[in-house]
């Protein structure tokens, strides 16, 4: 779903997992959708639920407590296959920004393309975000694209992130690869113009 980024405060839910896959994120046997639509119902479905369907109650998004648009994830977050799905999924659930000190490449370029943006913070800072969830379910998250920052709202701790320009302009305006094609569409007609 395309949405505009600004700046995001929420409350988080926390992953403390290094090395998440893909598989793990999107279990392979629904990679046969070709349609995002229900891809959220399905996010670490193999954590979040029993074979017979039932909600494991140790699974942190089946815990009311915590809730919000962020997710913090350990480090390594998506490696694996380079399924698109697993962002379809993140994104279908809900979630607006996911936070990690590492991040498979494909997996970030694919989050960025469905409007999730990946923000990669040390890892003392992950571990400070981690912690401080755990203290207090309720504690905020802002991330403020147009200024590239993370701030835990609990400690009043920043950190800076760094994003390709070209993904934070189509990010902030809500624009994917073909909106943003369409928007220059007079600059490359004139382009032509002047290099026939």
Same mark, same amino acid.
């Given at each position: ?17 290094? $090395? ?16 995002k639509?229900?891809?959220? *119902?399905?996010? +670490? ?5 029993? %074979? ?5 109650? *140790? ?15 350990g480090?390594n +977050? ?8 697993? %962002? ?6 809900g ?5 990690s ?10 989050e ?9 913070v ?8 981690? *912690?401080s ?10 991330? *403020? ?18 994003? $390709?320009?070209y ?30």
């Open positions: 779903m395309k949405q505009k980024f600004n700046v995001i405060t929420s409350t988080c839910i926390p992953l403390p997992l290094e $090395n998440v896959d893909t598989d793990q994120i999107i279990p392979a046997r629904f990679l046969k959708a070709t349609d639509a229900g891809m959220g *119902d399905n996010l +670490f479905r193999d954590w979040r639920f029993n %074979a017979d369907g039932t909600p494991k109650k *140790d699974f942190v998004l089946n815990d009311p407590s915590y809730s919000g648009v962020i997710l913090v994830a480090k +977050f998506g490696s694996g296959s380079s399924r698109e799905h697993a %962002a379809w999924a993140i994104a279908g659930y979630f607006r920004v996911v936070i000190s590492f991040f498979a490449d494909i997996h970030k370029n694919n960025q393309n469905n409007f999730v943006l990946p923000v990669v040390t890892e003392p800072f992950l571990q400070e975000l981690f *912690d969830i755990a203290r207090d379910h309720q504690t905020e998250v802002e991330v *403020d694209l147009p200024n590239q920052t993370v701030t835990n709202k609990a400690t009043g701790h920043s950190e800076k992130f760094e994003i $390709n320009g993904k934070k302009h189509c990010l902030m305006n809500g624009f994917d690869d073909i909106d943003y094609l369409v928007q220059n569409q007079s600059k490359t007609e004139e382009w032509e113009r002047q290099n026939k």
